[in-house]
């Protein structure tokens, strides 16, 4: 009875042990078949300031597994999970927080590391100008749209709606230039709108336009007659001028040179006015020579052609008794003045 008790109790401490040591070396098989763990985001592009979550998981996911985060050396936490990923929250204030980040996995005494990860930040796109440029004629319409970002991160990539439907492929740009997209199309009379979208790598952030709408001339209408009317007036404008100019300068010239012969001559007639007809009565009746008494009258044309008569009369002297005599640059003839009656 005795002895069989003690084969029973070898039989199971023997069993127990098998057990444990089969149970410790499947957890050894397993720990030694621990991947590294995977770190990740949903995106590797953010804003400055902007929250963001980290993913550590592994493909083991029968294990209990330790994840701690690191950025570079530093330190930021520790969780565990078993199956699930594990969740890590930062934030993107400065370029530090921009990584590189590492995922630390741990089961007993067995590490695997993750490969880095990294964040870039990224100006959002603001909303775009849309430009458009129509040349249409009697059948058909061309049609320019332009449209520019004026700030967000490079590269930007455009796409152009009429209303609500996609008319072309995306144009990327790496500079901070418009993108250009040209078609034709039936001039159908009717009103178009169109706008025009702005995204870059910056995930949730597309930007539109405001719509524009171009009207139609329609197919009976004459497009280019503004076109061609404008030309047309300024050609007409120059001519009209350079008619008036050789019109108004020859009568301009002729008018001066008139007002300037008539100045002439009234100064000329007043000389001889003066000169000429003057009659001296001495007292012995006798009259200087050269000096006889007549009348002058000037002629001149007007503005209209046709001539004036400027007559002058004739100034009577008196003789009166001799006041003084001078000579007169060495000459010997000499005068006697009187006084002038009217």
């Not at 539109?208 to 004459?222: D, H, I, K, N």
């Not at 404008?237 to 008539?262: H, S």
Request: hydrophobic share 35%.
């Amino acid at each position: 009875m005795r002895s069989r008790l003690h084969t029973l109790l070898f039989w199971g401490t023997f069993s127990s042990v098998t057990f444990q040591n089969a149970v410790l070396d499947r957890e050894t098989t397993k720990i030694d078949e621990l991947p590294s763990p995977r770190l990740y985001s949903e995106t590797n592009v953010v804003m400055k300031g902007q929250n963001v979550s980290l993913f550590c998981s592994n493909e083991n996911k029968s294990l209990q597994i330790t994840y701690s985060l690191f950025r570079a050396d530093k330190y930021l936490g520790t969780q565990s999970g078993t199956g699930e990923p594990v969740i890590f929250n930062v934030n993107i204030s400065k370029a530090p927080d921009l990584g590189p980040y590492k995922c630390k996995a741990e089961v007993l005494q067995c590490v695997r590391y993750s490969r880095e990860f990294n964040f870039t930040i990224v100006d959002p796109v603001t909303a775009p100008e849309l430009s458009i440029t129509v040349t249409q004629t009697e059948t058909e319409r061309h049609v320019t749209l332009l449209c520019i970002s004026a700030n967000g991160s490079l590269p930007i990539s455009y796409t152009f709606f009429e209303k609500d439907v996609t008319i072309s492929p995306a144009i990327s740009k790496n500079r901070r230039e418009p993108a250009r997209f040209n078609f034709t199309k039936k001039n159908s009379g009717e009103e178009e709108e169109y706008r025009c979208e702005a995204r870059n790598s910056l995930p949730n952030h597309t930007k539109y336009s405001l719509p524009v709408t171009v009207t139609s001339t329609g197919g009976g209408g004459c497009p280019f007659c503004l076109q061609l009317l404008l030309p047309g007036l300024l050609l007409l404008l120059m001519v009209t001028v350079l008619i008036l100019a050789l019109w108004i300068l020859p009568k301009y010239k002729a008018r001066k040179a008139m007002r300037d012969n008539v100045q002439r001559t009234a100064e000329d007639c007043r000389e001889v006015g003066i000169y000429a007809n003057v009659s001296n009565h001495q007292a012995d009746g006798a009259s200087v020579p050269g000096m006889e008494p007549r009348q002058c009258v000037c002629t001149a044309p007007d503005g209209a052609g046709d001539s004036q008569e400027i007559h002058y009369a004739t100034p009577m002297f008196l003789e009166v008794a001799p006041t003084e005599q001078e000579a007169y640059n060495d000459c010997k003839t000499g005068y006697v003045y009187s006084e002038l009656v009217f």
